[in-house]
Nanobody, 122 residues
């Protein structure tokens, strides 16, 4: 059974930083795309960042490019999202996802985590 467990969310002031973690278990995801989506209240879930593990290509939404960095630890089967220069508009529930098309407008993935809340105060 595949399980994705996120951690690292919380409350931070604008301009601050947070690092999200997503630990995957249940199978090996070495050839899949892993990454993050987010959903703010009243809005649709949107793509944030992805890493294609074979080749290590990375992808970012324009809204986070230059501020967020996605990385991975193959040994731990964990993906990280380092979020710097956070803005109030980054406030959302952040979901880890596996096996999806990066940059796609449709939030479709084979596996989802339970989500972790990120709140950025102004």
């Amino acid at each position: 059974q595949v399980q994705l467990v996120e951690s690292g969310g919380g409350l931070v002031q604008a301009g601050g930083s947070l690092r999200l973690s997503c630990a995957a278990s249940g199978r090996t995801f070495s050839s899949y795309t892993m990454g993050w989506f987010r959903q703010a209240p009243g809005k649709e879930r949107e793509f944030v960042a992805a890493i294609r593990r074979s080749g290590l290509s990375t992808y970012y939404a324009d809204s986070v490019k230059g501020r967020f960095t996605i990385s991975e630890d193959n040994v731990k089967n964990t993906v990280y999202l380092q979020m710097n220069s956070l803005k109030p508009e980054d406030t959302a529930v952040y979901y880890c996802a596996v096996d999806f098309i990066p940059l796609s407008a449709a939030p479709v993935a084979a596996y989802w985590g339970q989500g972790t809340q990120v709140t950025v105060s102004s």
